[in-house]
């Protein structure tokens, strides 16, 4: 099966600074890439749409400025937190549409990034 | 807006006996329901997928699920649990976010955590 891949899958960074996190889809081109978030025993909530070459889409509530968003090209979307607070601490999770599935088959997820913010 | 609720947080079960997670949907059409797989610190393995034609559903890991229209139901089933199916399963239901949209987006339940006594 389509195989995704995150980097890094844990970072700790200083409250202020800003961290990027790496969605890669290694087998195939993702035209649609997502992000989720999830809270300690909570769900995964959908943060934003990602569409190749295109500005994402973002979820009601989720803060564009905070959480910039680029899909730069079909293999690869990155997920930056900037001035990261204690807040932002969570697990985040992208997910990719593989075109060649069609358009109803399940998304592929990466492994996960746990971000501490200290 | 759709929804969906896993009324069980968490199941303890022996290995060897049986297993039916619970997944509730509320959404205005034609459901497209996922199971999922959350390993500790890992991301999301689909197990198996509804969106059409016969109510019984096999997946992976000798997983099924059983769509219920009339109950709003789609429960995962296993008959005899293994020790490394201990892990968090996640119910999810698709939907467009617009007419017209090239892609859906996951609604997810909260989660239910499966234990597994040996």
């Known amino acids: 099966g389509a195989v995704v891949s995150q980097h890094p899958s844990w970072v700790i960074c200083k409250s202020g600074t800003s961290v990027k996190i790496e969605c890669r889809s290694l087998d195939f081109q993702a035209t649609t890439m997502f992000w989720y978030r999830q809270f300690p025993k909570q769900s995964l909530m959908l943060m934003a749409t990602?569409?190749?070459?295109?500005?994402?889409?973002?979820e009601q509530g989720v803060e564009k400025d905070k959480f910039l968003i680029n899909h730069a090209s079909l293999t690869l979307s990155t997920l930056t937190v900037t001035s990261a607070h204690p807040e932002d601490s969570s697990f985040y999770i992208c997910s990719a549409r593989d075109p060649r599935d069609g358009d109803l088959l399940g998304q592929y997820f990466g492994p996960g990034t746990r971000l501490t913010v200290t | 807006a759709q929804s969906v609720t896993q009324p069980d947080i968490h199941i303890t079960v022996s290995e060897g006996a049986s297993l039916e997670l619970r997944c509730n949907y509320s959404?205005?059409?034609?459901?497209?329901l996922f199971w999922y797989v959350q390993s500790p610190g890992q991301g999301l393995q689909l197990l198996l997928k509804?969106?059409?034609?016969?109510?019984l559903v096999q997946g992976i890991k000798g997983f099924e699920a059983e769509f219920k229209r009339s109950q709003s139901s789609f429960n995962l089933r296993k008959p005899s649990v293994h020790w490394s199916d201990a892990a968090e399963y996640f119910c999810a239901v698709a939907a467009f976010p617009y007419s017209g949209a090239g892609s859906y987006q996951l609604t997810f339940g909260k989660g239910t955590k499966l234990s597994v006594i040996p």
């Open positions: 959404y205005g059409a034609t459901p497209y």
């Open positions: 509804y969106f059409s034609g016969d109510t």
């Open positions: 990602s569409n190749e070459g295109s500005k994402a889409t973002y």
